[in-house]
């Protein structure tokens, strides 16, 4: 500007005005602490729970007008699928309600320039509990994955694993097979079978001369108790012979390999053999 005849200047005098960068972008999960947009002035930013920050936790507004860095992203954390385990399954316990990002497009101006770029904003996903979990689904930050056995197993450490920001918190259990108390031997026989675990069979068998009374196969169940009553063996018996006519049986005992004899009165004679074998 110039001075003028009137003794005026030609034109209003400037001024000064300090250095203003554009509002920050906002981040769905993100949380912005600072207010001042103007030059020297620093805004930071930290991540809602569930999400980790991608990019500078800090910006300045510089004297060009822009922030020192790209606006930080709020991630989400994600585990990865379960593993499965041998008899047994995984099923949801807990399924939170998430947001998910989601790309669009924003302008951002300066004083001098002015550019284009692709942010993430986030949209409200709503994913519903479900009884059993599919390879699709998102497994997030706060998810809790709760293990059962089959039936006639059990797991000796915890079945409920959370997403936690550094992966699953637990590995998962291991599913064993239940055990049966180890059987007792019988008298006048055998117990065959060394197994003991669910589903394992025992199998009874007499010695020569006795039968058994009982089932002869018996299955490790669920309660961690053999099925059915245990068996015995007893010594056969045969049944009482008829009386002799005209003569007498010698021997009172009827059970497997006594004898008895036969004996005829006076005036008798014996036909057939005088002595069986039980």
């Not at 915890?158 to 064993?176: A, M, V």
Request: proline content about 6%; glycine content about 8%; charged content about 25%.
């Amino acid at each position: 500007m110039s001075c003028e005849l009137n003794g005026k200047w030609s034109k209003e005098p400037p001024s000064c005005d300090i250095v203003k960068c554009p509002p920050p972008q906002e981040d769905f999960n993100a949380v912005r602490q600072g207010n001042s947009f103007e030059y020297g002035q620093m805004i930071n930013y930290s991540c809602s729970e569930g999400f980790l920050m991608e990019g500078p936790a800090q910006l300045e507004c510089l004297e060009t007008g822009l922030w020192s860095g790209e606006f930080p992203v709020c991630e989400m954390i994600t585990c990865p699928l379960p593993e499965d385990i041998e008899n047994g399954r995984y099923m949801a316990r807990k399924i939170n309600e998430i947001p998910i990002k989601t790309e669009s497009t924003q302008t951002i101006e300066s004083q001098s320039t002015r550019k284009t770029k692709t942010t993430k904003t986030g949209r409200l996903v709503n994913l519903l509990q479900m009884s059993q979990m599919r390879e699709d689904v998102l497994y997030k930050f706060g998810d809790v994955i709760e293990y059962e056995c089959d039936e006639g197993h059990y797991m000796d450490t915890s079945g409920i694993i959370t997403c936690i920001e550094s992966g699953w918190n637990l590995p998962p259990p291991t599913c064993r097979a239940i055990e049966c108390p180890i059987p007792i031997s019988i008298r006048n026989g055998e117990v065959l079978g060394d197994d003991v675990v669910f589903g394992s069979e025992l199998e009874y068998k007499c010695d020569e001369g006795y039968e058994l009374v009982g089932v002869n196969r018996r299955r490790c169940l669920a309660n961690k108790e053999w099925s059915d009553t245990e068996p015995f063996c007893r010594i056969i018996e045969c049944q009482r012979p008829a009386s002799l006519e005209n003569g007498r049986t010698i021997g009172s005992s009827f059970k497997y390999k006594s004898v008895l004899s036969y004996v005829c009165n006076t005036g008798f004679r014996l036909t057939g053999v005088d002595t069986r074998l039980v």
